[in-house]
């Protein structure tokens, strides 16, 4: 068995709000999360900030997905949703719309299955043995991008020079449009402090002698095929294959820095956490 592991910062100068790790014990567990980024203002109604809850998330994530095999995965994920939330103290407004969360990728294999989890913008790669690479997508935050009245707010936000008052009075609209989405009916999901919202992830299970491989990513690794447009998919997974996941994160940086402001390639960020597992069955 092969593993590959990265988790990096945006930038030395910020800590990590990604996590990945990766335990082997009767089969193994990948747990990849991109902690969401709190707004500017660091308005979150927490005393903790997203490093903290990613790493007491995925350490809960690890615990139940490798010792309790009887579970599904969205039952482990509600579990440890339900312990990181018992961890906050009583000065935490864990219904605060940004409390600290994040999205979510797992995968659990043993002799028999693989299983997955993807929750909001993460991705899993699943390589087959007939040569298909199946990518595993929770589609809603890029389905609501596409709705009218967020995509007239975003080209207003392109359209206005940045750092005057109008751009940040476009931005800060467009935030709260997202924002009113997030862990809402119609809407989309991220994993916070409800212990609910692990059925609303995308699960599914594969027999293991059907799967040759597979990659759990953050959206900071998969700008190479949604942002960058370095090839699709199935080219992504094949990169990592043969030349490791280092490799593809070197080919996000590279393009990050040719187009600093975003003017080629817009995004969110100019540099974005990257976290991601790689493994070879």
């Not at 990766?22 to 903790?48: E, F, I, R, S």
């Not at 969205?74 to 906050?88: D, F, M, P, W, Y």
């Not at 199946?134 to 809603?140: A, C, H, K, M």
Request: proline share 5%.
């Amino acid at each position: 068995m092969r593993i590959d592991i990265v988790a990096r910062p945006a930038s030395q100068e910020d800590p990590n709000e990604d996590y990945a790790a990766v335990v082997l014990a009767d089969g193994g567990v990948a747990v990849v999360l991109d902690g969401v980024t709190p707004p500017a203002d660091g308005d979150t109604g927490c005393a903790h900030d997203v490093p903290w809850f990613t790493a007491r998330l995925g350490g809960a994530l690890v615990e139940l997905a490798g010792s309790r095999r009887e579970w599904d995965l969205a039952a482990c994920l509600s579990e440890a949703i339900t312990r990181t939330a018992a961890a906050h103290g009583p000065g935490c407004d864990l219904s605060h719309k940004r409390t600290p969360q994040a999205t979510a990728a797992l995968l659990r294999w043993d002799e028999e299955r693989v299983e997955h989890l993807v929750l909001s913008d993460a991705a899993i790669l699943l390589g087959g043995k007939d040569g298909t690479i199946t990518p595993v997508l929770d589609t809603r935050l890029t389905v609501l991008r596409l709705r009218p009245d967020l995509r007239a707010l975003r080209e207003r936000v392109k359209a206005l020079a940045p750092g005057t008052a109008e751009s940040e009075a476009a931005v800060h609209a467009y935030v709260g449009a997202v924002t009113a989405l997030r862990n809402a009916e119609g809407g989309f999901f991220t994993v916070a402090a409800d212990p609910d919202v692990a059925g609303r992830a995308v699960t599914g299970l594969t027999p293991r002698a059907d799967v040759t491989d597979a990659a759990a990513l953050t959206d900071g690794a998969t700008r190479w095929t949604e942002v960058f447009g370095l090839g699709d998919f199935p080219a992504l997974l094949s990169l990592v294959r043969e030349e490791g996941l280092n490799t593809l994160l070197a080919q996000v940086r590279a393009s990050e820095h040719a187009d600093p402001e975003g003017e080629e390639f817009p995004r969110g960020k100019r540099h974005d956490d990257v976290a991601g597992v790689y493994v070879e069955l």
